[in-house]
């Protein structure tokens, strides 16, 4: 099971391939960013119960995960 110090947050918890989040690219750069794009977004309950629990509210899942949930 992963750990705090061991999540990759820049990846998608369903596929694991970059989840594009604004919030991680601003924490690893330092530079501003725009908010992200999942915050124009609403995510069902089903997509959300496939995120592992222990990584729900700590990475974030990819436009295309969450574009194939529609």
Not at 24 to 51: D, I
């Amino acid at each position: 099971m992963p750990t705090e110090d061991s999540l990759d947050t820049t990846r998608c918890p369903l596929c694991g391939q970059p989840n594009q989040c604004a919030g991680q690219v601003e924490r690893a750069t330092g530079v501003q960013q725009p908010p992200c794009w999942c915050t124009q977004r609403e995510f069902s309950q089903e997509l959300l119960q496939r995120v592992p629990e222990a990584l729900r509210r700590k990475v974030c899942i990819c436009p295309a995960c969450a574009g194939a949930a529609r």
